[in-house]
């Protein structure tokens, strides 16, 4: 069994050991880079991302690594980098060709240190002021507007080889829980939700992002308490069959209590493989990594996750 279904993450400023042995023996997809557990300055960030590479076995493609680089107040590379605007600083201005040339800007920094992916941009409608984890990382509260400076976004970070990550499909603008702590609820029947949140996704597809970052949030108009990065309905009926979406999705962090933790975990990533997830996203947890290590073997094995669906994804 390989791991070629899990964005792997780490502690430490360095490649441990066994994040080593995970990319040149079982295959993962890539690895996350997160602010608080992996950033010192910039010289240190291309020195891991090379031994990440590296340790790749001969032949492999490069792998994919990830960060958080939204601007504003998520800047994952530290503060040794440049410190860009966030989205909703961005939307603030009306310019769509600025919210480009930052993200082309950002990217260039991006790949200088060796990152390939960001997960960026934020296409979630700032639509509920109630809402506690989304705040000025939205570029407003039209969604028409925030489809065009996501648009942007994409058009700028992919101009410098970088794939544009949209997310929180299929948008968790309206709700007041926050999926660190809880199952948030997003109420949308199918017309309010294509209405509404789905319109900066669609501008955002249209624009050619590679990759869709799933969220953890139930939508009744769905699957009722399913949360949507575990529901067929909206992976398969909603992105793939509606939308047309044809490159990569991947989970929202799994480490979320909108998602069973514990050993639990293990059933939640099986349970989002089946639905149509292409990749899980793991957290720096040594115990979860191996947990879903043993479990997503087991899964193979009893015929549940398929070797097929590793190539394929």
């Known amino acids: 069994m390989t791991l070629a279904r899990l964005m792997i993450a780490f502690d430490g400023t360095e490649l441990p050991r066994s994040a080593a042995k995970r990319i040149s023996e079982r295959g993962v997809a890539g690895v996350t880079l997160f602010y608080a557990h992996n950033i010192a300055d910039p010289p240190q960030i291309r020195a891991l991302n090379a031994a990440i590479q590296d340790a790749r076995p001969a032949g492999a493609p490069p792998l994919l690594v990830a960060v958080d680089q939204e601007g504003g107040q998520l800047v994952a590379l530290g503060a040794a980098t440049t410190q860009f605007a966030g989205a909703m600083a961005l939307g603030a201005t009306g310019d769509t060709e600025l919210a480009e040339r930052v993200a082309r800007a950002m990217a260039l920094e991006l790949r200088a240190v060796g990152v390939n992916v960001n997960y960026a941009p934020v296409c979630d409608v700032a639509n509920n002021p109630a809402n506690p984890a989304l705040g000025i990382r939205s570029f407003g509260d039209d969604p028409e507007t925030v489809g065009q400076f996501a648009a942007a976004t994409v058009r700028g970070l992919q101009a410098e080889g970088v794939a544009a990550t949209v997310k929180h499909f299929p948008g968790a603008g309206d709700t007041t829980a926050d999926p660190h702590h809880e199952l948030p609820v997003v109420a949308?029947?199918?017309?309010?939700?294509?209405?509404?949140?789905?319109?900066?996704?669609?501008?955002?597809?249209?624009?050619?992002?590679?990759?869709?970052?799933?969220?953890?949030?139930?939508?009744?108009?769905?699957?009722?308490?399913?949360?949507?990065?575990?529901?067929?309905?909206?992976?398969?009926?909603?992105?793939?069959?509606?939308?047309?979406?044809?490159?990569?999705?991947?989970?929202?962090?799994?480490?979320?209590?909108?998602?069973?933790?514990?050993?639990?975990?293990?059933?939640?990533?099986?349970?989002?493989?089946?639905?149509?997830?292409?990749?899980?996203?793991?957290?720096?947890?040594?115990?979860?990594?191996?947990?879903?290590?043993?479990?997503?073997?087991?899964?193979?094995?009893?015929?549940?996750?398929?070797?097929?669906?590793?190539?394929?994804?």
């Open 188 to 313: 949308r029947t199918p017309d309010e939700l294509a209405a509404r949140e789905l319109v900066p996704f669609r501008t955002a597809l249209d624009a050619g992002a590679r990759i869709v970052m799933t969220g953890h949030f139930a939508l009744p108009g769905a699957d009722s308490d399913l949360p949507t990065s575990l529901s067929p309905t909206v992976l398969r009926g909603l992105l793939r069959d509606q939308l047309g979406f044809d490159g990569v999705t991947v989970t929202d962090a799994l480490d979320m209590h909108a998602l069973a933790q514990g050993s639990a975990q293990v059933v939640d990533a099986i349970a989002a493989l089946r639905a149509g997830e292409d990749v899980l996203l793991g957290t720096a947890d040594e115990a979860a990594i191996e947990r879903l290590e043993e479990g997503l073997a087991q899964a193979q094995r009893r015929g549940l996750i398929h070797a097929d669906d590793d190539a394929a994804a």
